[in-house]
């Protein structure tokens, strides 16, 4: 089971840095963390490039989503405060570009 799920990640994290790879020849990639390792990967092979992008893009998960969740549990627990909330957000944010 493990090594079902690492060998699913290997390939996810390849794929990441080979897409990026491909953007940065087109000249479609932005200067970016990936952007950078890209350009410095003969160092390193395509196993060591790709870890530190798939470990970037799970810091940036979990580091959204998590908050997220949060707010969503709390909001579905306790109901009573959201309209309170969502006035809270729209004094900080403005009423103008809701999703």
């Not at 963390?33 to 798939?54: D, H, N, Q």
Request: hydrophobic share 40%.
């Amino acid at each position: 089971m493990e090594r079902d799920r690492h060998t699913e990640e290997q390939k996810l994290f390849t794929a990441l840095l080979e897409r990026a790879a491909r953007d940065t020849e087109a000249g479609r990639g932005t200067p970016c963390y990936t952007s950078t390792l890209i350009e410095k990967r003969p160092e390193f092979s395509k196993r060591e490039a790709a870890y530190p992008v798939g470990m970037m893009a799970n810091v940036a998960i979990l580091t959204t989503g998590s908050p997220l969740r949060t707010f969503l549990l709390a909001m579905a627990l306790h109901p009573r405060w959201q309209n309170a909330m969502g006035a809270e957000i729209d004094s900080a944010l403005g009423e103008e570009d809701r999703l």
